[in-house]
């Protein structure tokens, strides 16, 4: 693995609907393993972007290359969670896990056996047979990023997967996500608004400027892993925070 | 099985038992001539005396019931199936569901027994035409109502056409279908009595509500009108329990464990890669 091909590229990509431009030519590569958070304003084409990463919109022009490989307009090899958990509510925890398997060829036990072992590694254990109705908001975004990890792909797109929960549920998710993910060494593309939150997460942040959205802004997040809650006001974490509401909001934030 | 089942069960027989106080108290207070009007006792009473007649014509006024239901449910489900796929489709049916309620059954009757003569298929189409349409609308409206987004991430997952179709839409169908199931149930009994009432050949209930009413037995009327409601009221409720059973994510936080399945609980140690 000489020259190590990035886990995503996407290269100049753009995308407007009915004439009004959304997405402004974008490139941005993600390292296998690293975790980036884009960050913008709404309406900045966040989510644009995110679904021509998914497959699931067509850009205009450019490409999608995921491990090297064409991936533009072609659906199926990201691991994709919103702010919706989009749980079936028809379906128990540990049903809700293996939809992936159940969507592209059928679930096996195997599937069954490894969905319920990633629910014990990650504190689901006791609630495999719930209905997601029986769950808290909080309970239901974890089973969503189960489901997600267990369609084997490395590559995760969470668009504000947070943003509906409280501020205490939210920490706490943050750490558990940060957690699965120091086990599982997935890639993260993570969309927020949260600026504080991006900083906690990301080992590297994109700032995107109003409609239609490109990034204006880059930078790495030097804090060490595993994060605590103290780094919230180290002083990297601070002169982050500055710049990127610098950018954001066009004025000098002291 | 607790206070909450008990209230389910005893609150709605005590709203039957004040209909039936109050139909008492209306003809005792007018003091309403029995020949005019039975009170519930005499009612009933008919019914009691004449049970060995009535027993099996219940019974098959029962059945043009549950084959025309399930004739009309299958029949509905598949034209809402068929109509969710192709616009076209939709377009071109719709406006024949909604023409077939405008015909009014009770006129639509006569014409249908004599094309299909006196025996049960007369009936059985009847109902299926008053049952067909709810559960065709209902079951629609359930499809169209997906949400959009989980079907984006089921296609995000790769999951082909057909499978987003089996895994998703159809198990979301399931509510609005027994929706338009339990509106057809009540209904369904009624396009039974008419097909009856239509080909009346003297072997069934309406036949013999008809024959009842030209010989001025008022209690005998008004007796087999409860029994017919009695079949309309026992179908609703086996529509009812069927919905708990098939849709157990509404009422139970959890799943039902069947016997076979405890040997999943048992399997989460080995086998996960790291």
Same mark, same amino acid.
């Given at each position: ?8 590229? =996407?290269?100049?990509?753009?995308? !407007? ?47 999608? %290359? ?34 992936? !398997?159940?969507?592209?060829?059928? =679930? ?75 086990? &599982? ?47 919230? &006001? ?21 | 099985?607790?206070?909450? &089942? ?51 014509l219940?019974?098959r006024t %029962?059945e043009e019931t549950?084959?025309g239901?399930?004739?009309?449910? !299958? ?17 071109? =049916? ?11 059954i009770i006129a639509i009757a006569a014409p249908l027994v004599i094309l299909l003569g006196f025996g049960i298929l007369p009936k059985i189409v009847i109902v299926?035409w ?12 359930? %499809? ?46 009624t396009g039974a009595v008419i097909g009856e009432l239509v080909a009346s050949t003297g072997g069934s209930l309406a036949g013999y509500q008809r024959q ?63």
């Open positions: 693995m000489a020259a190590t091909t990035p886990k995503l590229v =996407v290269e100049r990509a753009s995308r !407007a609907f009915d004439d009004a431009p959304a997405l402004a030519p974008t490139s941005l590569a993600v390292a296998a393993g690293e975790f980036v958070s884009l960050v913008g304003p709404s309406g900045c084409g966040k989510s644009t972007l995110f679904n021509v990463v998914s497959g699931l919109l067509a850009p205009d022009a450019g490409r999608v %290359l995921i491990d090297g490989a064409d991936a533009t307009g072609r659906p199926g090899s990201v691991g994709y969670m919103l702010q919706k958990d989009l749980l079936a509510p028809w379906r128990t925890v540990l049903g809700n896990i293996v939809l992936g !398997a159940a969507l592209t060829r059928g =679930v096996t036990a195997a599937d069954r056996a490894e969905a319920a072992a990633l629910a014990v590694r990650h504190g689901l254990g006791g609630y495999l047979d719930h209905y997601p109705h029986a769950l808290s908001g909080g309970m239901r975004q974890r089973v969503a990023l189960l489901r997600t990890l267990a369609t084997g792909r490395d590559l995760l797109l969470l668009d504000e997967p947070f943003g509906a929960l409280d501020a205490q549920t939210r920490l706490g998710m943050q750490r558990w996500l940060l957690e699965v993910r120091a086990q &599982t060494g997935s890639t993260v593309l993570f969309i927020t608004h949260d600026v504080d939150e991006a900083i906690f997460l990301s080992d590297r942040i994109l700032v995107m400027g109003p409609r239609p959205g490109a990034i204006v802004d880059e930078l790495a997040v030097d804090l060490p892993r595993p994060r605590t809650l103290a780094m919230a &006001t180290a002083p990297a974490a601070v002169e982050a925070k500055r710049r990127i509401l610098a950018t954001l909001h066009g004025e000098a934030a002291t | 099985m607790s206070r909450s &089942t008990s209230r389910a069960i005893l609150i709605p027989l005590a709203s039957v038992a004040l209909v039936f106080l109050a139909w008492a108290l209306i003809i005792r207070l007018f003091a309403v001539d029995s020949f005019v009007a039975p009170s519930p006792l005499e009612a009933l009473g008919a019914v009691r005396e004449d049970w060995g007649v009535l027993w099996p219940a019974l %029962l549950v084959y239901f399930a004739a009309g449910a !299958a029949l509905g489900f598949v034209l809402a199936v068929l109509m969710s796929q192709a616009r076209l489709v939709r377009d071109l =049916v719709y406006p024949v569901l909604v023409g077939s309620q405008a015909v009014p299926a008053i049952v067909f349409f709810p559960v065709a609308v209902s079951v629609l409206d359930g %499809l169209a109502r997906v949400d959009g987004d989980l079907l984006a991430l089921a296609r995000a997952m790769g999951g082909s056409r057909w499978r987003v179709f089996r895994v998703i839409r159809l198990p979301a169908t399931v509510g609005p279908l027994f929706s338009g199931l339990k509106i057809g149930a009540t209904y369904a009994v009842a009413n030209s010989s001025l037995d008022t209690a005998a009327v008004w007796g087999s009108t409860l029994l017919m409601t009695a079949i309309g009221i026992g179908w609703f409720l086996l529509v009812v329990g069927a919905e708990r059973l098939a849709t157990p994510w509404r009422t139970r936080s959890t799943r039902r464990r069947l016997g076979f399945g405890a040997s999943r609980r048992t399997t989460t140690d080995p086998g996960d890669a790291p």
